[in-house]
């Protein structure tokens, strides 16, 4: 296993991102701002700055911001396996 990490990523209010899978277990803090957040049709839910959430690897979600989010992102992927896979 290979951890990978990606630096804080902000987010426009109403942006609607793809669904897609993470390639390993993917941790994501919200450090600022809020968002929808959809996990394998499990019913939506807020998520606010200060929250933690844990996806399982090819877990597919969703996210909707509702304000500008910033986000610290922490995937442990295979080494050589693609950290997100993008559901057509």
Aim: charged share 25%; no cysteine.
């Amino acid at each position: 296993m290979q951890p990978t990490r990606e630096w804080p990523q902000a987010g426009r209010a109403g942006d609607l991102r793809q669904d897609f899978r993470a390639g390993g277990h993917s941790f994501a803090w919200i450090i600022e701002g809020s968002e929808v957040y959809t996990v394998d049709g499990q019913p939506a839910r807020t998520v606010k700055a200060g929250d933690l959430l844990h996806e399982e690897p090819m877990q597919m979600h969703t996210t909707e911001n509702q304000s500008p989010v910033k986000l610290l992102v922490l995937r442990v992927v295979e080494k050589g396996k693609p950290a997100t896979v993008r559901v057509p």
